[in-house]
């Protein structure tokens, strides 16, 4: 599986941003998807996933409420909906992909991921 991430940018604190997420291959609906991200100087951290199917979420307490994770399994894509954006969500993006199909159950790790994509740039300003 490979991934693309794009959407990032610079946006002032308060705003919104959607990061997408395409995965290659007609099996990439097969897997859970998820989003870490990762800052200046900081281990990556994970943010948001979903399962395979769409019906299951996890957030980070971190984004929890303010961020929305989806997919369209038709495009192989993933959504990553972030509002009221603040100076600590500043960081670059990864999404990646679970190696284990048709797992229900949401990893939360880095080491439960075994495809990652190229990152794209989130900057928050104030």
């Known amino acids: 599986v490979q991934l693309q991430a794009s959407g990032g940018g610079l946006v002032q604190a308060g705003g919104s941003l959607r990061l997408s997420c395409a995965a290659s291959?007609?099996?990439?609906?097969?897997?859970?998807l998820g989003w870490f991200r990762q800052a200046s100087g900081k281990e990556r951290e994970f943010v948001a996933a979903?399962?395979?199917?769409?019906?299951?979420?996890s957030y980070a307490d971190s984004v929890k409420g303010r961020s929305t994770i989806s997919r369209v399994n038709a495009k192989n894509t993933v959504y990553l909906q972030m509002n009221s954006l603040n100076s600590e969500d500043t960081a670059v993006y990864y999404c990646?992909?679970?190696?284990?199909?048709?797992?229900?159950?949401?990893?939360?790790?880095?080491?439960?991921?075994?495809?990652w994509g190229q990152g794209t740039l989130v900057t928050v300003s104030s």
């Open positions: 291959g007609r099996t990439g609906s097969r897997y859970a």
């Open positions: 990646a992909a679970d190696a284990r199909p048709y797992n229900n159950v949401i990893p939360r790790t880095t080491t439960q991921y075994n495809y």
């Open positions: 979903i399962s395979w199917s769409g019906g299951t979420t």
